[in-house]
């Protein structure tokens, strides 16, 4: 995590829990970067102040900040009743993120999708990322996600841009806003108690810093795709590639 690399980066969503551990860990090996958010939570690098539908204003930070390298980390939170919101800003705010790349010669894109894209509620044991996305999303919220990723993927290697999408499950750690209130809130009423379940149910969760880590990984190795690549794929899928 200490060598800098050679890009500046724009976080998208960095005054959010992920975002801002991208932020942090960015920081932590001496990477340049930006954060370009609706909402300003912290003051320590350049802030832009905008909504990712709005290309312009997300062209406009781009061209402000420099960046080479986007990490796109924004989503209003699941479980909201508006999905008119959710199909506003994943999906129409991570077109205008993507044509605002294109447009400003930005080679790399990291998107933070969600396993929601292919959990229908069953137990997935043993997968990876060859599982394709659900035919119907949960709900709304996963909808948007899985019709965002799939822009995301299908932009990957047109107009100079070179795009990734990671699916994290759940997210714990320092920060969260979303899972440890709703805990406390059900310790607060009393159901310390209930169990879910027969006590054989899996939930996946990833510490926060893990996760940030892995969209700088990401981040690093995005580009065009080498012969030393396609071999290193063909021999961990284990699966027939073009040549
Ligand atoms: P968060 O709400 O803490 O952070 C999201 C950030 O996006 C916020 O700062 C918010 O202001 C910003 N944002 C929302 N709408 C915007 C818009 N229109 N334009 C610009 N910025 C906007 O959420 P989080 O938990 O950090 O989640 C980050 C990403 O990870 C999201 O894409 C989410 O779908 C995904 N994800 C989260 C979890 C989890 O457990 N938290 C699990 C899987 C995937």
Redesign the pocket.
Known sequence: MSTPSKDVYLV????????RHVVEALLARGDSVAV????Q?YHDVPFYS????EEEQVSDALRKSGATCIIH??????GLDDPALYW???VD?TQAVINAAVANSVPKLVY?????VVFDGSDLIDVDERIPQLEKAMDP?NES?AKAEQIVLAANGKGGLYTVAL??????GP?????LAGLFQAWQRGQSHIQVGDNTNLFDWTYVGNCAYAHLLAADKLGPVTPEDLARMKENLKVALPS
């Open positions: 998208i969503g960095g005054s959010g829990f992920l975002g370009f958010d609706i909402v939570r905008g909504d990712i539908s980390t924004a989503s209003p939170l699941h506003k800003v994943n705010g933070t999708s969600s396993a929601g919220y996600k699916r994290p499950a759940g997210i714990f920060g969260d806003r979303q899972f």
